[in-house]
C-alpha cells in the first residue's frame, strides 16, 4: 500500500493543483462518472508537469484535456501509487456527490411541499393553495435568501400562522406570541410578514396585499387580527350595559338618543362595563341591518352589535364579556360560506344562540326568492344546525342579511328572537 505522506507530498504541489481541481469538480458534478477534465487556463509549469505525469512527448497547449482513465493507470504507476479518487481526496480532501446532494435536496423539497398540501388537505383549507403555489413560485426562497434562514423553517411558520387566520379577534402582537411563540414575528419589516399577509388576502379575497400601511391594517382587520388597540372597533346599538364609568355613561345616553355607537378596544379595555343573566345581545355581520335598526326602531331597539364581516378584538372583547357576565347571545350572519364562518366565529364567545340561521330560515327565503349571489368559495359548515349547509349547498345561492330585514327587525323591536 502506498504512503498516503509521501503521496500526497508528490501530487500536492502547485504545479498539479489546476489538474486536481478541474478533476475534482468533474468528478463531483457527474458523481464519478466524467471520462474527461479539461484544465483552463493552466501556466506553462502545470502544462509540463502535466505532460511529465501522463508520459506525453511534448507540452500541451491550454486548455489542457485529459482522459480520466488513462490519468487513473498515471498516476498508479507513478512513484505516489494511488488510484485517481485516493490522489483528489489526498491533495483536497474527500470527494462530495454533488449529483446525489442535488437529487437528495430536490427529493426534500418534495417532500416539504407535498407536507404543506397535506397540512392543507387535513384542515380543509383549499382557499389557501393558490397561497401555497405562489411561494412555491419563488417567493419562500426569496424570503429565505433575505433573511438567511432556511426555506423549511420559514415555511413551517407561515403554513402554522396562515392555518390559524382566521384569528377570530385577536391583536396582532398576541396572535404573533399564541402562533409563533414572539409577539414581534409579524411586525412590519418581519421576513415572514408579507408571506403571512400573502395568505390573509386569498383567505379574504384580496387580489393583492397592499403597499400602504392603513391597506395592511385592513387586510389583517379582514382576517380577525387587529393592528392596534384604536383600529379595533365594535359598532353597537341600544346597548345599556351595567357599569358607572365614562363608555358605560355614554352607551346609555347614546341608546337613549336612538343613535349607534362605535366603541374602540382600548375603551372596552379601560371600562367598567358590566352585563348580567338576562340580558340580551343580538350579534350581526353586516352594519346596514344595524343602521335600519336605529332608523325604524331608535331607542326601542333590543341591543344589538354589529360584527362588521370577520369580527375584531374588539367584537370578541365584547361578546366575551357580554357571555361571562351571563348574558345570551343571539348571533347570525350572511347565509353564505363566508357567514357560517363568521356566525361559527361569534359563537365562539359563549352562551351563544343563531338567530335566524337555521336551515328552515334559509329554504323560507330562497322559496320567497330573497337569494343573492350564487355561493362561492370553500364550503362552510354549520355545527348549530348540520341541515343549513346541506341546504345552502343544495340550492347553491346565498341569502344577505339585508333580505331578512324584516324578520330581523321585528325580533328587535319586539325583544324576541326566533332561531
Same mark, same amino acid.
Given at each position: 500500500m502506498a504512503d498516503p505522506s509521501r503521496a500526497r507530498a508528490l501530487l500536492a504541489g502547485a504545479q498539479l493543483a489546476p489538474l486536481f481541481e478541474a478533476v475534482r469538480r468533474r468528478l463531483e458534478e457527474t458523481g464519478g462518472a466524467a471520462r474527461t477534465a479539461t484544465v483552463r487556463g493552466a501556466p506553462l509549469e502545470c502544462r509540463v508537469a502535466i505532460a511529465d505525469l501522463m508520459g506525453w512527448s511534448s507540452v500541451p497547449a491550454e486548455p489542457v484535456r485529459v482522459e480520466l482513465a488513462d490519468l487513473d493507470?498515471?498516476?498508479? #504507476? @507513478? &512513484?505516489?501509487a494511488v488510484d485517481l479518487r485516493a490522489a483528489v481526496e489526498l491533495v483536497s480532501g474527500p470527494l462530495r456527490d454533488l449529483a446525489g446532494e442535488r437529487r437528495a435536496r430536490r427529493s426534500a423539497r418534495e417532500r416539504l411541499w407535498a407536507d404543506a398540501q397535506a397540512a392543507l388537505a387535513g384542515e380543509g383549507r383549499a382557499e389557501l393553495g393558490p397561497w401555497l403555489d405562489h411561494l412555491r413560485s419563488g417567493a419562500l426562497a426569496r424570503a429565505a435568501r433575505a433573511s438567511g434562514g432556511a426555506e423549511e423553517a420559514l415555511l413551517r411558520e407561515a403554513l402554522r400562522a396562515a392555518l390559524r387566520l382566521p384569528a377570530g379577534g385577536k391583536l396582532l402582537p $398576541?396572535? &404573533?406570541? #399564541?402562533?409563533?411563540?414572539?409577539?414581534?414575528?409579524?411586525?412590519?419589516? @418581519?421576513?415572514?410578514?408579507?408571506?403571512?399577509?400573502?395568505? &390573509?388576502? @386569498?383567505? &379574504?379575497?384580496?387580489? #393583492? $396585499?397592499? @403597499? *400602504?400601511? *392603513?391597506?395592511r391594517r385592513r387586510l389583517w382587520a379582514d382576517v380577525g387580527v387587529d393592528c392596534d388597540p384604536l383600529s379595533a372597533s365594535v359598532l353597537v346599538h341600544a346597548l345599556r350595559p351595567g357599569g358607572t364609568g365614562l363608555l358605560a355613561r355614554q352607551l346609555w345616553e347614546s341608546a337613549e338618543a336612538g343613535e349607534p355607537r362605535i366603541i374602540t378596544l382600548r375603551e372596552l379595555d379601560r371600562s367598567d362595563l358590566a352585563f348580567a343573566c338576562g340580558d340580551v345581545l343580538h350579534v350581526c355581520e353586516n352594519p346596514a341591518v344595524l343602521a335600519s335598526a336605529a332608523d325604524a326602531l331608535g331607542p326601542r331597539s333590543a341591543a344589538l352589535a354589529c360584527a362588521e364581516g370577520v369580527p375584531s378584538t374588539a367584537v370578541m372583547n365584547l361578546l366575551r364579556r357580554a357571555a361571562s357576565g351571563g348574558a345570551e347571545l343571539r348571533v347570525r350572519a350572511d347565509l353564505d360560506w363566508p357567514g357560517l364562518r363568521i356566525a361559527a366565529q361569534l359563537m365562539a364567545a359563549g352562551s351563544a344562540r343563531p338567530w335566524h340561521m337555521a336551515a328552515r330560515d334559509y329554504r323560507e327565503a330562497v322559496a320567497a326568492g330573497r337569494t343573492g349571489p350564487p355561493l362561492d368559495g370553500p364550503r362552510g359548515s354549520s355545527p348549530w344546525d348540520p341541515a343549513l349547509a346541506v341546504a345552502m349547498e343544495e340550492a347553491g345561492v346565498s341569502v344577505p342579511e339585508e333580505r331578512l330585514l324584516e324578520a330581523l327587525l321585528g325580533d328587535l323591536g319586539s325583544g324576541r328572537s326566533t332561531t
Open positions: 493507470v498515471a498516476l498508479r #504507476e @507513478s &512513484a505516489a $398576541v396572535f &404573533a406570541s #399564541e402562533v409563533l411563540g414572539d409577539p414581534h414575528a409579524l411586525d412590519p419589516g @418581519s421576513v415572514l410578514t408579507p408571506l403571512v399577509l400573502r395568505a &390573509a388576502a @386569498s383567505i &379574504a379575497g384580496w387580489r #393583492e $396585499v397592499p @403597499s *400602504g400601511a *392603513g391597506g
